[in-house]
């Protein structure tokens, strides 16, 4: 079974300048997650997805980040303009059901942002 | 935010020894408590987990212990080995999980 697939690996780029990232989630996966997972702390959640709608994004600074997931698939996060703050990896992950209204996630390697 | 509290940062095993994480909880509503392995450059992996119904859940040389009215939980390793070596997430939560800051663990030969 595949994984969860993200690109790119890793980015670099300046303040300001925008960056994206994609993640194809497993498939038949009906919920994908959005992480930021800052070096030496645990992955916090940006925003998450059922199909193609948005069940929670209340941690998302919308006011930079978007995110879309056209199809009820692959998703892409954006950020416009990228601040030094949001060097991070970015994960995705989608999830499988696991009883009790509990969910597995499946995590791809992340996107490793770099902002100078 | 709901916290989950992790400890310690940091932990060094001798090869065969216990590892031992701990993490406590706010949100009494939670009900699935995971916990991950994460290798250098990759994604946190699942482990094992256990809900509160339970007291503790064994799978191999992995532990969770939970004591649901101190709202904490542990993860132990028994017989840790060099490959054990990774930063272990808890989480807790419903269907979405807030997640601990992560302990790096180093088992040495």
């Known amino acids: 079974e595949a994984g969860v697939a993200q690109s790119p690996r890793y980015k670099i780029i300046e303040k300001r300048q925008s960056v994206a990232f994609w993640c194809n989630p497993i498939?038949?996966?009906?919920?994908l997650y959005w992480y930021q997972q800052i070096l030496g702390q645990g992955p916090k959640l940006l925003i998450q997805?059922?199909?193609?709608?948005?069940?929670?994004d209340s941690q998302l600074p919308k006011d930079r980040f978007s995110a879309e997931r056209l199809k009820g698939v692959d998703s892409t996060l954006k950020i416009q303009p990228a601040k030094l703050e949001d060097s991070a990896v970015y994960l995705c992950?989608?999830?499988?059901?696991?009883?009790?209204?509990?969910?597995?996630?499946?995590f791809g390697s992340g996107t490793q942002l770099s902002v100078l | 935010q709901q916290q989950v509290k992790q400890s310690p940062q940091s932990l060094i095993v001798q090869k065969g020894g216990i590892s031992i994480i701990n993490c406590a909880y706010e949100?009494?509503?939670?009900?699935?408590f995971p916990w991950y392995q994460q290798f250098p450059g990759k994604g946190p992996a699942l482990l094992i987990a256990?809900?509160?119904?339970?007291s503790e859940k064994k799978e191999g040389r992995f532990t969770i212990s939970f004591n649901k009215s101190a709202k904490q939980f542990s993860l132990h390793i028994m017989d840790s080995q060099p490959g054990d070596s990774a930063t272990y997430f808890c989480?807790?939560?419903?269907?979405?999980?807030?997640f601990g800051t992560g302990t790096r663990l180093k088992v040495l030969a």
């Open positions: 989480a807790a939560g419903t269907y979405k999980y807030i």
């Open positions: 256990i809900r509160p119904d339970v």
């Open positions: 992950a989608s999830s499988a059901p696991v009883g009790k209204g509990n969910e597995k996630l499946f």
């Open positions: 498939s038949g996966h009906a919920t």
């Open positions: 997805f059922q199909n193609n709608g948005v069940v929670d």
């Open positions: 949100n009494t509503a939670f009900d699935y």
